[in-house]
Structures are given as C-alpha cells and as structure tokens.
C-alpha cells in the first residue's frame, strides 16, 4: 500500500511537469494552431541560459531562472517572427516540419555554444524531503512540491491573464474566431507573438524544474516534450486545465507501469515498458473521443 | 503535352538509363554507397509522398516501417535464406499490413492528433526492437547475409560474362533499379482510380466523401501503400548494410523522411528522389569538405554543423520554396505548363 501511494505521488510530481510542459503548447495551438514540435528546444534553450546566468555568471538560482525565462522569451519572440509569420495560411504539415526543423537548429546552436556533456544547474532544493502522516508515512521531496506547485501557479497565472488582462481577452478572442477578432481590431500578431514568448518562459520554468537536483542538463533534455505529448493529446490540443490534467494523468500512469509492469510481464518486456504506456493509453482515449478529453470538437464546412 | 515537351522528356528519360548503366563504372565506390543509400531512402520517401503530399495525411512514423522492413529482411533473408523476391515481398506484406493498421488507428485523427499518434507508433516501435530478442537480437541489433539473387544475378557477388563487379557497383544497379520500378508503380497509382481518391481527400476531405468518395478506404490504402513501401527501404537497407540496430528507427529517421519529401517537393514524382539525393549527399559532401573548413577554429563538430544545416534547408525549404526543388525547377523551367495547371495546385500541398 505505502509503495502504491509513493508511486502516485511521483507520479502526481512527474505528471505536473509534463502539464507543465503541455501548456506551452496549449498557450500557442489555441491561439494560431501551430502545433510546436521546437517547444522542446526552447525547453533545452531555457536550461542552458539558466546554467549561462548562473553557473557561468554567478547569478543567483532564482534570478538567473527569471533572467533566462525572460531570455527564452526573446527568443520565442524573435522565432515567430522570423519564421512562423510568413507560415500563416500555410498546410497543418508545412508549419509542422517548420517547427520540427527550428528544434533542430535549435537544439544544434546550443550544443555548438555549451557541448553536449552533462552540466550541473545547481541545486536549491537539497535533499530535503517531507513525510506525510508520521514515521512510515509517504516522503515527498522538495523538489516534487516546487514541481506541483508551479504548475498550478503557472496555469492559474496564464488562467488569470486570459481573463483579466485586455492582452489575455484579445488572446481568447483570438482562439474562439481568429477572423471576427481582426475585424474587432484586434492585432492577431501581437497575440501570436505573446503566446510563443509566455510558451518559451513557461518551457524554461518546466525544464529547469525538471533539470535541477540530479539531473543535471545536457542536450537529450529536449526529449521531455515528446514524452510530454500523450498528456497534452490527453487533454485535448486546446485546454489549459486539460492539460495539467492530462499531464498528472500520465504521470501517475507512467510511474505505476514502471512500478508494476515489469514484474508482471515475461522476459524481458518489462525493460522501458513505461515509455510506451502513455502511448497505448492516448490511442485507447483516442478512439474512443479523438479530439482528446477536454478537446474543443473540430467542425467542418463543406 | 506538346512536342517540345514530349522531346525533352525522352532525352530526360535517355539521361536516366545512361546515368544508370553508366554511374558505377565512373564513380569510385565511396560515391556509390552514398547513392545506394539515397536510394534507399528515395524508395521510402516514394511511399511517404503518396501518403503526405497526395493523401494529405500526417505521419512522423515512417521510421517505424523502415525498421519493420529490416527485421524481415534480417529474419526471412539472412536468418531463414529465403530469396530476395520472397523477402522483398513479405516486407510489402508486413509494411503495407501494419500500415493499414495504423491508417484503421488514425481513421478519426488530423492535425496534430495524427501527428503524436505516429510518433507513437516510433515508440512503440522502438520498445518493441529493443525487447523482443528473438526477432531484433534486442539491443545490441543483429547482422548477417540476406540473399541478393535475382534470377542469375547475385548481388553480392555479380559477374556478368566473365567480369566481376565490386559490391558497391552491383547494389548501385539493384537500388536504383528497384528506385525506378517503385517510381513507376507510385506513378501509376496515383492515376488509378485510388490515387484520384488520395487527391480528392486531400483537397477536401468533406467534399470528397459527399462525392461518394469511401473517405476511410482512401486512407487506410494509402497508409498501407506507405507502410509497405517503407518497409521495402527497410529491407533493403538490411540486405545492403547487413545489420540492424534497433535505436536507427527513432523519431529522427522519420522527420528525416519527412524532409526529404519536403525539400525534394511534395506531390511531384522527381521530389523524393531529389530530396533523398540531395539530403543524403550533403552530410558526406560535408564531411568530406570538412578538411577545408575553419570549423575546428568555431567549435563546431562535423556532426553538429551537419544537424545545423539539416534543420536549415528543412526550415528554408518549408519557408521560402514550399514546392521544394521539384517545385522549383517546374517554376524555373517556365510559366506556360504552370500557367495551364489549375490555380493553386502543388503550390499548397507543401
């Protein structure tokens, strides 16, 4: 029974970070249906500007993250304009390969600029675990907290902004009708261009959550947001709370197929079983509702 | 077509044989790998373009199919002996089955759901090649000898009247004859009366079904169609390089698949061939070059600049020249066949 729980709440704290990654795409597909496979660069991109700012630099921990989220940022800005701007109206699989051909670039400049050895980025957070319900209880880490709680600051930040902030309305206004937001004056690329600038600050935020402690970066890093696709697909392409949802999902499923499976099943099909169970999860979701769990349904016009 | 037109098309066609017989008598043996493995890869790329730019369907999971391919040419070639055409076929078998399974799959996805779906299929695909020993020899892949005759002619050993040939000349002539003959299978079908139906899906998939288009079937034979084919580059890639690892079959394949019918021209017959020679020769061009190159003194790695320039044609072809270089050299070679082509055909389908 303890074993079952500690798994979930792994579980619940690897899920959050793949929510956590999830949203990024979220915030950029519902607003010009771009489906970004470099957000996992930009993941990699934020490391290793947080590393730049502090390790390299001497900056505090958490001031070097703001920094290279704030960075990352520019550089989501700069990439929309340079190469998503001329895709609009472009093929879904023209402005696919765009995005799968910057994460290679991307990935390519900062393995030029920081090698591909594994560096560490520092560790505020220690060994520093919690046990919940007394000795024998479950332990949570530090880290697995941090990992919980920015995801749910990050989605209820981005939740607030979508409804208070004028930017945040033209962003949802933009998302629902795209055609009736320009004609209500609103300036489309500006909302382009904020929603891959907080999807590259919220990339950094989710990498580094990840990378810090033991982990350490190196260039393999970008991976995270392939595994992070069956919760973003989970909770439909289009909802930020489907998202996190998703994520913690997938998470808990994961972590318990790596707990169990592999004494359940023969020979060597236990090896890396968990890779593949969020995949076989998602078709079995799929199926049955293609548009994801909490999917906005595609409606066609002849 | 007029007779201009008809006139350059044979002497195009006369160049091509010409090339063929000829190439591997020119051309030293590092060169021919480098084209045998274009090749290879212009026979998967066929496939994909059929699904991609005429079906109109996403798929990164082409790298899966490819792997399929291997492993039967590893399991029905080198390990039971069976002859080339016996290998060959089982891989369309296999290929074109699983194929049809993954299209029955991704029968209600588009967009991006299509998209992670076939990566999925990757995963799996690579859970599978790394855990299942018996078929893959597991991680640490496996080798050996697949036969490579067809009728008197061994490809591994060719002789013909008395004079021998390298292995590099004789699978030059096997690849690129099996290039050419997927060419003209794919050119075929996609003006058969399923081909007609890939084009109407892809226009508009409604539209085609209110037509009385089966929108399903459409889908599924060209995933198959795909699949079979990839599976064909597969073994043949096997039965060339003699050995399969299971972690060649990983997301990166697939996007370079992609790429290649993208920089080649999507939708156009020359494209895939064009991309796959074209993005298969530079990394070599590259590395041959590299000698000359002032990189050490810019910290690059050979490896790295390749990547770099691989993510840039991708993105600058996809940008600035959505046909590709078929596309490209269409446009180049004048306005009057373009002009009488209906408005907005090819230049979308990037």
């Given at each position: 029974m303890t074993k079952l729980v500690q798994l979930v709440v792994a579980g619940i704290a690897i899920g959050s970070l793949y929510g956590l990654v999830a949203l990024g795409f979220v915030v950029i597909y519902r607003a010009s249906h771009v489906f970004n496979f470099a957000h996992g660069s930009f993941l990699l991109l934020g490391c290793y500007l947080t590393y730049c700012f502090h390790q390299q630099l001497g900056i505090p921990f958490f001031a070097a993250l703001g920094l290279a989220a704030l960075a990352a940022a520019a550089a989501g800005l700069i990439v929309e304009r340079v190469a998503l701007r001329r895709m609009v109206g472009q093929s879904v699989f023209a402005v696919l390969m765009i995005t799968i051909g910057l994460a290679v670039v991307i990935d390519a400049l900062v393995v030029w600029g920081w090698g591909a050895e594994r560096l560490s980025l520092g560790d505020p957070w220690g060994l520093t675990t919690f046990r919940?319900?007394?000795?024998?209880?479950?332990?949570?880490?530090?880290?697995?907290?941090?990992?919980?709680?920015?995801?749910?600051?990050?989605?209820?930040?981005?939740?607030?902004?979508c409804r208070f902030s004028t930017l945040g309305i033209a962003m949802r206004a933009t998302a629902s009708d795209q055609e009736a937001a320009v004609a209500s004056g609103i300036d489309v690329r500006r909302v382009f261009a904020v929603c891959w600038a907080i999807a590259a600050a919220t990339a950094t935020v989710a990498g580094v959550l990840l990378a810090s402690g033991a982990r350490g970066i190196d260039p393999t890093l970008s991976a995270?947001?392939?595994?992070?696709?069956?919760?973003?697909?989970?909770?439909?392409?289009d909802s930020p709370a489907g998202a996190i949802v998703g994520g913690i999902v997938l998470g808990v499923v994961e972590v318990l197929a790596a707990g169990y499976l592999p004494g359940w099943l023969p020979g060597r099909l236990g090896d890396n079983v968990h890779t593949v169970v969020p995949y076989v999860v998602l078709l079995a979701v799929l199926l049955v509702r293609p548009s994801g769990m909490f999917g906005d349904r595609e409606r066609a016009r002849l | 077509?007029?007779?201009?037109?008809?006139?350059?098309?044979?002497?195009?066609?006369?160049?091509?044989?010409?090339?063929?017989?000829?190439?591997?008598?020119?051309?030293?043996?590092?060169?021919?790998?480098?084209?045998?493995?274009?090749?290879?890869?212009?026979?998967?790329?066929?496939?994909?373009?059929?699904?991609?730019?005429?079906?109109?369907?996403?798929?990164?999971?082409?790298?899966?199919?490819?792997?399929?391919?291997?492993?039967?040419?590893?399991?029905?070639?080198?390990?039971?002996?069976?002859?080339?055409?016996?290998?060959?076929?089982?891989?369309?078998?296999?290929?074109?089955?699983?194929?049809?399974?993954?299209?029955?799959?991704?029968?209600?996805?588009?967009?991006?759901?299509?998209?992670?779906?076939?990566?999925?299929?990757?995963?799996?695909?690579?859970?599978?090649?790394?855990?299942?020993?018996?078929?893959?020899?597991?991680?640490?892949?496996?080798?050996?000898?697949?036969?490579?005759?067809?009728?008197?002619l061994d490809f591994n050993r060719l002789d013909v009247a008395g004079q021998a040939y390298s292995r590099e000349q004789s699978w030059f002539w096997l690849v690129w004859g099996l290039v050419a003959a997927t060419a003209a299978v794919a050119a075929n079908l996609v003006r058969s009366r399923?081909?007609?139906?890939?084009?109407?899906?892809?226009?508009?998939?409604?539209?085609?079904?209110?037509?009385?288009?089966?929108?399903?079937?459409?889908?599924?034979?060209?995933?198959a169609v795909a699949g079979a084919l990839g599976a064909v580059a597969g073994s043949v890639y096997f039965g060339y390089v003699q050995y399969a690892g299971p972690d060649e079959w990983s997301l990166f394949l697939s996007v370079q698949f992609v790429a290649i019918v993208l920089v080649g021209g999507s939708g156009r017959l020359a494209g895939p061939v064009l991309g796959a020679i074209v993005l298969g020769g530079t990394p070599r061009l590259v590395e041959q070059l590299s000698v000359h190159l002032p990189i050490d003194?810019?910290?690059?790695?050979?490896?790295?600049?390749?990547?770099?320039?691989?993510?840039?044609?991708?993105?600058?072809?996809?940008?600035?020249?959505?046909?590709?270089l078929a596309g490209t050299w269409e446009r180049a070679k004048g306005g009057r066949r373009a002009l009488r082509r209906p408005a907005g055909e090819g230049e979308e389908q990037a």
């Open positions: 919940l319900g007394g000795d024998g209880g479950v332990r949570v880490a530090a880290l697995d907290i941090a990992r919980l709680v920015a995801a749910g600051g990050v989605l209820a930040a981005y939740q607030l902004f995270v947001a392939l595994a992070a696709f069956p919760a973003l697909v989970l909770g439909g392409v | 077509m007029n007779a201009p037109a008809v006139g350059r098309n044979r002497a195009v066609a006369v160049a091509l044989v010409i090339a063929y017989v000829a190439l591997p008598l020119a051309v030293g043996d590092f060169g021919l790998s480098v084209l045998i493995f274009a090749g290879i890869f212009a026979i998967g790329a066929i496939g994909l373009d059929l699904l991609v730019g005429h079906a109109g369907q996403i798929s990164l999971g082409h790298a899966f199919f490819m792997g399929v391919g291997a492993y039967v040419g590893l399991n029905l070639g080198a390990e039971a002996g069976l002859a080339m055409p016996v290998w060959l076929a089982a891989a369309v078998v296999a290929g074109g089955g699983l194929g049809a399974v993954v299209g029955l799959c991704s029968l209600r996805l588009r967009g991006a759901y299509l998209a992670i779906i076939t990566v999925g299929v990757v995963f799996v695909g690579l859970y599978v090649w790394n855990n299942v020993p018996a078929i893959t020899g597991g991680a640490a892949g496996a080798g050996g000898d697949a036969p490579a005759s067809l009728g008197p399923t081909g007609r139906a890939w084009q109407a899906v892809q226009e508009h998939e409604l539209a085609a079904s209110a037509i009385g288009i089966d929108v399903s079937r459409a889908k599924v034979s060209a995933f003194g810019l910290g690059l790695t050979v490896a790295n600049l390749n990547r770099l320039l691989f993510g840039l044609l991708v993105v600058c072809f996809v940008a600035f020249a959505p046909g590709g």
